[in-house]
């Protein structure tokens, strides 16, 4: 190949490598602009010094644990202050209603783009709805999945209320 061809070749090439990376950049923030606010709710039966209880783990989106940190305490909000996690488990554990008593917070951990969340219930706590994320996203989806009996079951809850159950 002669020099002129491989430099017309290697402007080109530099050119459509850039147009894709802006297309794949473009994408993917229209596709992250567009997307629904997901919590995740596992209900897993455990037991504590034996005694039987309701392990809730809750998982979202670390950026959607940010929003609700921001709301609360303003753009120097960070995941990785105490009284953030405070208020973050406090927002989540009154988004959880429970049918007779209530969840105990036990702690949060940040894991890569996720926040955990976590709580403890009496054994075969019931959850009456899950509208975490409600309090800063207009629409928004919960799924719960309860692991504790013989067959699991999910649950979805929109800004809508109770979708469907769903046997797994």
Do not use: C
């Not at 070749?9 to 147009?19: D, E, G, P, W």
């Not at 709710?41 to 959607?64: F, H, M, P, W």
């Amino acid at each position: 190949m002669s020099p002129q061809v491989a430099a017309v070749v290697a402007k080109h090439t530099k050119r459509l490598l850039s147009l894709a990376a802006t297309g794949v950049l473009a994408f993917t923030a229209s596709a992250h602009a567009h997307r629904m606010p997901e919590a995740y709710v596992l209900l897993e039966s455990s037991s504590v010094n034996g005694e039987a209880i309701t392990g809730v783990t809750v998982r979202i989106l670390a950026e959607d644990a940010l929003v609700i940190a921001v709301e609360a305490f303003g753009d120097s909000a960070s995941l990785g202050q105490e009284h953030v996690q405070y208020v973050l488990l406090e927002r989540a554990r009154k988004a959880l209603p429970v049918k007779a008593g209530t969840l105990k917070p036990l702690g949060m951990e940040l894991d890569g783009e996720f926040a955990f969340l976590y709580f403890e219930g009496a054994a075969g706590a019931e959850l009456s709805t899950a509208r975490v994320l409600s309090s800063v996203y207009e629409s928004w989806t919960n799924y719960v999945r309860d692991q504790r009996g013989d067959e699991a079951t999910t649950q979805m809850f929109t800004q809508r209320g109770p979708m469907q159950d769903h046997q797994h």
